[in-house]
């Protein structure tokens, strides 16, 4: 009994990272048509992880991509609580990972250049569906 739980649990996980990596390659596959180029994928270091590193123009971008999918029963339109939903997701305790990581990635540089955090939100694998939010949070 102990043992299907376990493995429910680890086919769960699995899935949620799969649906995790596949959100985030449709997010560069977005921004890069928007004309960023990809500076570096899934940056770790101790302080956390930064989903996607992005070039615009002279400006480094952070990008964290949250994806939310809509629960059987909610309503799409024009409340907007889906994207509410995965805006809300990227709570303070998350924002002061990604900014940690983000100086840590920032000390192996020579030149500081300008900087911004963007996230990425979606409900779905559909890139029509993308909101980007530009500056989401500051350091």
């Known amino acids: 009994m102990m043992l299907g739980r376990l493995r ?28 960023l180029t990809v500076v570096a994928r899934n940056y770790r270091c101790r302080f956390g992880e930064i989903d996607l590193l992005m070039q615009e123009r002279e400006t480094l971008v ?7 999918r809509e629960r059987q029963g ?18 303070g305790k998350k924002q002061a990972r990604i900014i940690a990581a ?7 540089m020579k030149h500081f250049p300008p900087c911004r955090f963007d996230a990425i939100l979606m409900s779905s694998h559909d890139i029509a569906g993308i ?6 949070f500051e350091a």
Not at 9 to 28: L, M, P, Q, V
Not at 62 to 68: I, K, L, S
Not at 131 to 136: L, S
Request: avoid cysteine; hydrophobic fraction near 35%.
């Open 8 to 35: 429910k649990a680890i086919g769960r996980k699995n899935n949620t990272k799969k649906t995790g990596d596949d959100a985030e390659r449709i997010a560069e596959s977005y921004l890069v048509g928007k004309g």
């Open 62 to 68: 952070f990008v964290e991509v949250r994806m939310r």
């Open 74 to 91: 909610e309503r799409e339109g024009a409340s907007g609580n889906n994207f509410g939903g995965a805006a809300a997701s990227i709570t």
């Open 102 to 108: 983000a100086q840590h990635y920032l000390a192996g």
């Open 131 to 136: 909101e980007w939010m530009r500056g989401a």
